[in-house]
């Protein structure tokens, strides 16, 4: 124990430092003596308590923001994912030959109904990087997958593809396909005929090809579904090859095994810058 000693001297002659000199126990261990004293339980344990009450704050606030950078990310994603689409359509119409063949096709596969829209002798029509000048018609499938959402892929068929497709053989679709676009709400083609002024929900090849193409869909998350509307230019139709090319390329293609069905599902447009 610390002994605190008070140290008093008069100067007079009948008192000396020695008798003046008495020691105190510490002040701080005197009752109600000094100015500093422990904390009690009460206090400390409502220190703690607002500790933690501060931190859960901390914890949720950075929380949210964390959240909120996510959603604000995914948001920006898909909304570029949505651009490059409307974009890829956008230039594939305008850019088709002039002997190019639109057709769109709906079929009911009884729970829903699946459609293709088809464009013949456009082998480069959504292509990525070029396409062999084998395809001979590009169709543009919208389907139900699992989930309930819609799946757009992109099939690219040879001349024999292309005539059993013609047939109506959907089920047996085959050839390369590139999957486009996946989890939608909605997708919807409409076609605008100009020679009547009307827009129609289905498009035969005989009627030529329309002067516009609307194309309405609504990714997941989505409030509203986005609208855009495609011209078509009517352009002179390109000189046709000699048929000894057409032959060269043709048994090329069969010959190289490539009818048979080749899945790329995991090459989807909303992997690619």
Known sequence: MYMYCDYHWNGGPESSPVTQFRPLLAKSMVPGCGSQRGATLMELTLAIA????????IFAISGGAL??????????DQEAIRNRFIELCRINFEDLPGNAQIEFLVLDRGKYYATYLSIANAPFAFSFGGAPP???RVVLSAEVEAGGYLRIRSHYLNQKQGEVFAEGEFETLSGRSVVLLRRLRQFTWRFYDSSRGIWLESWDSNLGNPSMVELTFRMEGDLEPTRSVFWVPKKQAPAKPSSTSENSVDEGFLDSGSTDPVDTSNSELDSTS
Do not use: F, K
């Not at 607002?50 to 704050?57: D, E, F, Q």
């Not at 959240?67 to 948001?75: G, V």
């Open 134 to 136: 084998q395809v001979a």
């Open 67 to 76: 959240e909120m950078t996510t959603e604000l990310n995914d948001y920006h």
């Open 50 to 57: 607002v500790m933690l009450i501060l931190s859960a704050g």
